[in-house]
């Protein structure tokens, strides 16, 4: 099994923790668990939807042109490959 396709644990700090869908963004998770993201380009261009990753680790599925910092994800193209935290 390859091991990007499994649900992962999501922790929001000071919010909940539930599981990843296979195949859908960190962003699309964090929606259907009614979790407010600002976003805009949903592609990796933009930046405006980032967020500390506290913990854990994500793969990106396509090369993101925004700037972040290093603690730093953009949850509209990434994927968890591990239980990961966030700071929203
Ligand atoms: S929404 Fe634009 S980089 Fe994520």
Same mark, same amino acid.
């Given at each position: 099994?390859?091991? #990007?396709?499994?649900?992962?644990?999501? @922790?929001?700090?000071?919010?909940?923790?539930?599981? @990843?869908?296979?195949?859908? @963004?960190?962003? #699309?998770?964090?929606?259907?668990?009614?979790?407010?993201?600002?976003?805009?380009?949903?592609?990796?261009?933009?930046?405006?939807?980032?967020?500390?990753?506290? @913990?854990?680790?994500?793969?990106?599925?396509? #090369?993101?042109?925004?700037?972040?910092?290093? #603690?730093?994800?953009?949850?509209?193209?990434?994927?968890?490959?591990?239980?990961?935290?966030?700071?929203?």
């Amino acid at each position: 099994m390859n091991k #990007d396709k499994q649900a992962r644990s999501i @922790s929001v700090t000071n919010g909940p923790s539930f599981l @990843s869908t296979p195949d859908h @963004s960190i962003l #699309d998770d964090l929606e259907v668990q009614g979790i407010e993201v600002e976003y805009h380009c949903r592609e990796g261009f933009c930046g405006a939807c980032r967020c500390k990753l506290i @913990s854990g680790e994500v793969d990106y599925t396509l #090369d993101p042109l925004a700037f972040i910092d290093d #603690d730093e994800i953009l949850p509209c193209c990434t994927i968890p490959i591990t239980d990961i935290t966030l700071a929203i």
